[in-house]
């Protein structure tokens, strides 16, 4: 089988919306059988966080969905995954310019928004640190859309 495709999501603080994105799609990709296919983590652009388990609302919001983000920790975006990850998925446009910032010359990484790379929409997925748990669940529901799009790349081979 072709080396798996390596997925890093990112966020800011590594504990809201990048670490329930990775079990989403984790989680998505286990029941469509293609778990093997990708080598799926998380990172942030802020250090704030680092060692972290994720916020507790995340942790509650994806408990309802069936999906146990505990055992996950923050840590800082490094300029190794942009060599050791194919595809680096920025929650939000703020998160995609710092990244693409920081992106070496020589990394063939493509650095993309998240909702937009997976087919959703070219928008941002709302920071829900600062809101209310209906805010977690709004996150929730778009990093699930957008773990659903990527399945469907990923059984098409559209990579
Ligand atoms: P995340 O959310 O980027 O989705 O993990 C945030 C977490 C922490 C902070 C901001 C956003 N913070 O300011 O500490």
């Known amino acids: 089988m072709a080396r ?9 603080g590594n504990i809201c919306r990048s670490p329930t994105a990775e079990g989403v799609l984790r989680a998505r ?26 916020d507790e609302r995340a ?24 060599d050791e990850f194919d595809t680096i998925l920025c929650a939000d446009r703020t998160i995609l310019h710092d990244a693409r910032m920081r992106k070496p010359r020589t990394s063939h990484a493509q ?3 998240l ?4 087919g959703v929409g070219k928008k941002d997925v709302p920071d829900p640190y600062y809101g209310a748990s209906r805010d977690f669940e709004q996150t929730f529901k778009l990093v699930d859309a957008a773990a659903q799009g990527i399945v469907e790349r990923v059984r098409q081979g559209r990579l």
């Open 59 to 82: 942790i509650a919001c994806a408990g309802k969905h069936g999906i146990d983000l505990s055992a996950l920790r923050a840590r800082r975006l490094t300029l190794e995954d942009f």
């Open 111 to 113: 650095v993309e928004l």
């Open 4 to 12: 798996p495709l390596g997925i890093l999501m990112l966020c800011l």
């Open 29 to 54: 990709l286990d029941e469509a059988g293609l778990a093997a296919r990708v080598r799926l983590d998380s990172a942030g652009t802020g250090s704030s966080h680092i060692g972290h388990p994720p």
């Open 115 to 118: 909702l937009e790379w997976s």
